[in-house]
């Protein structure tokens, strides 16, 4: 069976700025960063959640969601502003038991419990593993050869 440690990054998604960060923001009263991390909550093979802030957060951080995530045994960490700043500390402190590692971001908390199971399921049988979402627009503009002449920025879609 395997055994998985959940690393739960605030950073905001490469290219977006630091103030587009969907993290700390509310979903029908809610916040994010919260109902990101019960997705993981309660799950027989997790074995550890971290949670990593941003320096600048991490008192603000600790002061809205320290009870929540120290009863619910969240390791909270701070790293710098990139997600691959935020993976390097976390990934020294995840536990020898985990066999495999899921990485998710705190400002994604739309995310279906049966979609979880799936991937937990997958990493059964697979070194590694994406939840994707299929695209319906695209995001490269191509010529008759299949060669990209235009990008469409994230700027230019609606965030719901």
């Not at 701070?78 to 038991?97: F, R």
Request: glycine share 6%; net charge negative; no cysteine.
């Amino acid at each position: 069976m395997a055994i998985f440690s959940v690393i739960v990054l605030t950073a905001p998604p490469p290219g977006l700025a630091a103030e587009a960060n969907g993290a700390f923001v509310k979903v029908d009263g809610r916040e994010s960063l919260l109902r990101a991390v019960e997705l993981f909550l309660n799950r027989d093979q997790i074995q550890q959640i971290q949670i990593v802030f941003t320096p600048e957060m991490l008192e603000e951080g600790k002061r809205k969601y320290g009870g929540h995530l120290s009863f619910s045994g969240v390791k909270v960490l701070s790293a710098g502003p990139k997600w691959i700043d935020q993976l390097a500390v976390a990934a020294p402190k995840i536990s020898d038991e985990s066999t495999h590692v899921l990485i998710h971001d705190a400002a994604r908390p739309a995310v279906v419990y049966s979609d979880i199971e799936a991937i937990l399921e997958a990493a059964e049988k697979h070194p590694a593993i994406a939840l994707a979402a299929p695209v319906r627009t695209s995001l490269a503009e191509l010529d008759e050869g299949g060669g990209a002449v235009a990008f469409h920025s994230p700027s230019r879609f609606m965030q719901l």
